[in-house]
């Protein structure tokens, strides 16, 4: 019975292993940010940035982030069906033609509210 799981547990132990040793590794050669008064500042694409600390984004921005999220996986799941639909007969091309329609109802909602005006 120990034999089926030994594979498994020297793999555990070498990754226990591996982890604990860059660990050690990195608290003892790591820099921890002395000397250097660059490795605490924030950047992007090399050059410093102009956002301050305080700085917060409208709510517009989390709201067209969260649209874009929530239609992407949407569409996601309609993959499957496009590629075995004729496995799944007509009842699954019906319920792909109201999944659709309620994500037309969906946009058209967000829409009419303005949420996908930038302002």
Do not use: H
């Not at 000397?35 to 102009?50: I, M, R, V």
């Not at 917060?56 to 989390?62: A, H, K, M, N």
């Amino acid at each position: 019975m120990l034999r089926s799981y030994l594979p498994a547990l020297v793999f555990v132990g070498l990754g226990t292993t591996v982890g604990l040793v860059f660990a050690y590794l990195n608290a003892v050669v790591g820099t921890k940010g002395r000397g250097f008064k660059a490795t605490g500042d924030p950047y992007e694409c090399g050059l410093p940035s102009e956002v301050k600390r305080g700085f917060r984004f409208g709510i517009s921005f989390y709201l067209i982030a969260m649209l874009f999220i929530l239609f992407d996986i949407e569409v996601i799941f309609l993959y499957p069906v496009a590629v075995q639909l004729r496995a799944f007969g007509t009842f699954a091309m019906i319920e792909t033609v109201v999944f659709i329609a309620l994500l037309t109802v969906a946009f058209v909602y967000v829409w009419r509210r303005g949420a996908l005006e930038w302002k």
